[in-house]
């Protein structure tokens, strides 16, 4: 991996000097565009609608239009703001992990320690870590100011950067004024159903199904060319339910779940478990008495 940034974690006179790495990476398959009749590239130009000319990226800047008047604003100009010049994650507050909404997080990164500050950054870790707390952080990042969480990921420090509370849309939906009214019955057949896909979070045990056929579909394109047998190349599509189907009653849909739930965990049960012997085990026979 290579540090997008490097800085200093900053709390009170403390100062731990970290570099900063991306914590994620796309693994999407690259596609471009082209032209359908002739597999032409589709190319997008920075074309001037004063002149005509095609720019170049380095005099390409950024403007801000009121409606009357407009700004140009250089790559120098910004990298003047004194937000952009710093080099410091600054510690605001540590808050208590369970205050922070997941709805707020945006991009992960990784921190990993100067030579120099090893020891402070273990002293942060183990302090967060013991004190179920997560730092509240604000530091400057790609010509933007973050508001981040400072947190523990196993031994490694870590920052997510926040959205601002104004970012999140508040869920004013009119379909949720009136709450309609659930049973007891429903919600214990909607809890066992539930139970019965009940288990521990593995990530390990997921994958990305579309990118995976998208890559399956690319290869037999490039073996076999435009005239493909989809349904062969993927076998035959099964049957999908949608909601326009059959009507069922709630009770009825979730009494089926839970029915063919437990079928099912049972059919798992006993493939499992070794077969039994039938075969019972002869006693050994008496031993005579001497005469």
Request: proline share 4%; with cysteine; glycine share 4%.
């Amino acid at each position: 991996m290579r540090a997008i940034w490097t800085g200093a974690i900053t709390f009170g006179l403390v100062n731990v000097p970290v570099k900063v790495y991306s914590a994620t990476e796309d693994h999407d398959v690259a596609l471009h565009q082209v032209h359908d009749a002739d597999g032409g590239r589709i190319r997008y130009q920075r074309r001037c609608e004063i002149d005509g000319k095609i720019i170049p990226y380095e005099h390409i800047a950024k403007a801000y239009d009121d409606g009357e008047r407009t700004v140009i604003l250089t790559a120098e100009d910004l990298a003047s703001l004194p937000a952009e010049r710093s080099r410091e994650i600054d510690v605001v507050e540590f808050v208590p992990n369970d205050q922070l909404d997941p709805i707020m997080f945006d991009k992960s990164y990784y921190l990993e320690p100067d030579s120099k500050s090893q020891k402070a950054y273990e002293l942060l870790r183990r302090t967060l870590e013991d004190s179920d707390r997560t730092a509240i952080v604000n530091f400057a990042l790609r010509q933007k100011s973050r508001l981040a969480a400072l947190r523990v990921r196993g031994d490694v420090l870590m920052i997510q950067t926040l959205l601002w509370n104004d970012e999140i849309r508040a869920a004013e939906f009119p379909s949720l004024q009136e709450r309609p009214r659930v049973t007891q019955r429903e919600l214990q057949l909607s809890e066992a159903l539930m139970e019965s896909f009940a288990g521990d979070f593995e990530p390990e045990k997921f994958s990305d199904e579309y990118q995976e056929e998208l890559r399956k579909l690319i290869d037999a394109k490039l073996e076999q060319g435009d005239a493909i047998d989809t349904a062969e190349t993927f076998g035959e599509e099964e049957e999908k339910k949608s909601g326009g189907g059959e009507v069922i009653d709630l009770m009825e849909a979730l009494q089926r779940s839970v029915e063919r739930s437990r079928s099912k965990g049972s059919a798992s049960a006993e493939k499992k478990s070794p077969a039994k012997k039938s075969e019972t085990k002869k006693k050994p026979a008496a031993k005579k008495k001497p005469a």
